[in-house]
């Protein structure tokens, strides 16, 4: 059981390190740490396609940095 534990410890802290090594990603944190957004807001400030920005996004959201709440028809984003 503990060495289960440990591979589960292990496994989360490989998808936060993946999720950290992108600087895109480090970017959206770095926002999302002074006030939640929604995707598109987020995307207002990068040069790249609204899947690519879904994608960034989705790999945070797995690893636990961020959460994303439903408020009307937008999804917020912000720091867990």
Not at 14 to 20: D, G, N, S, V
Not at 57 to 67: F, M, V
């Amino acid at each position: 059981v503990n060495r289960l534990n440990n591979r589960d410890r292990t496994m989360a802290n490989a998808k936060i390190f993946q999720a950290l090594a992108s600087d895109p990603r480090l970017r959206i944190l770095a926002y999302l740490s002074k006030i939640s957004m929604t995707a598109g807001e987020i995307a207002e400030r990068f040069d790249m396609s609204k899947p690519s920005l879904s994608k960034h996004l989705s790999i945070l959201e797995n690893a636990g940095l961020i959460k994303g709440e439903k408020k009307g028809q937008f999804i917020h984003y912000s720091i867990v």
